[in-house]
């Protein structure tokens, strides 16, 4: 039972476009969804997060799009650099499920080309 | 600045083997957290604490053991290692829960783990 779904293992996009990373969920009780950035050989280190009670949070060039109604979020990244490589996970929790428990997407590694 | 420490980074294991990873933080966090990574798979909770002395189970704690007898430490123990066992590990911390971004989870750098 997959709550957390990223159905794109991975993106291919060319440096200074946009990158749209996707993530869906079954479980409305979630009401606080991060992203996680990983690179090789490290841990993943956190990205972006936003609330159940807004539909947009931005920081930068990372921006993330909540859309209740169809239990989806995206990461947009704009504009996309190469350093910007590595695997993106989403990640959701609830406030009933004590101890901050996250529940995470499958990853979807992005591949940004100079 | 170290933030969570993890040892070791690598460990090939035979069947029926045991060993325990470690995990220590220096941020004082309350909570800390194991997961394990599989391709294609996310990052599975296998055990969690919320302080000192206290810890319960995530989604796949079967096989594993873990202990807190101190802030800082949060050890995970393989007591009969399986293939089915072979995995990134990673061990995480925050300060606690629902306190702004308490969620935002500081990882370690992951313990590659080969059961043969």
């Avoid at chain 1, 799009?65 to 989403?90: E, R, T, W």
């Avoid at chain 2, 004082?28 to 000192?52: C, E, F, T």
């Amino acid at each position: 039972d997959q709550q957390v779904k990223q159905n794109s293992p991975s993106l291919s996009v060319q440096e200074g476009r946009i990158s749209i990373l996707n993530c869906d969920y079954t479980n409305s009780m979630f009401d606080y969804f991060l992203w996680y950035k990983k690179y090789p050989a490290e841990g993943p280190t956190f990205l972006i997060s936003i609330s159940s009670i807004k539909d947009k949070n931005e920081d930068g060039r990372f921006t993330v799009f909540l859309n209740k109604s169809a239990k989806h979020l995206s990461l947009h990244i704009v504009p996309s650099q190469p350093g910007d490589s590595a695997v993106y996970f989403c990640a959701a929790s609830a406030v009933y499920n004590q101890g901050g428990k996250l529940i995470f997407g499958q990853g979807t590694e992005l591949s940004v080309k100079p | 600045n170290a933030g969570v420490t993890q040892t070791p980074k690598f460990r090939i294991l035979k069947i029926g083997q045991s060993m325990t990873l470690q995990c220590a933080q220096d941020m004082n966090h309350n909570y800390m957290y194991w997961y394990r990574q599989d391709p294609g798979m996310g990052l599975k909770l296998i055990y969690y604490s919320v302080g000192a002395g206290i810890t319960d189970k995530g989604e796949v704690p079967n096989g594993y053991n873990v202990s807190r007898s101190t802030t800082e430490d949060f050890p995970l123990r393989l007591e009969l290692a399986a293939p089915s066992q072979t995995s990134v590990y990673f061990c995480a911390s925050s300060y606690g829960f629902r306190q702004g971004t308490n969620e935002k989870l500081f990882f370690g750098s992951g313990t590659q783990l080969s059961v043969l």
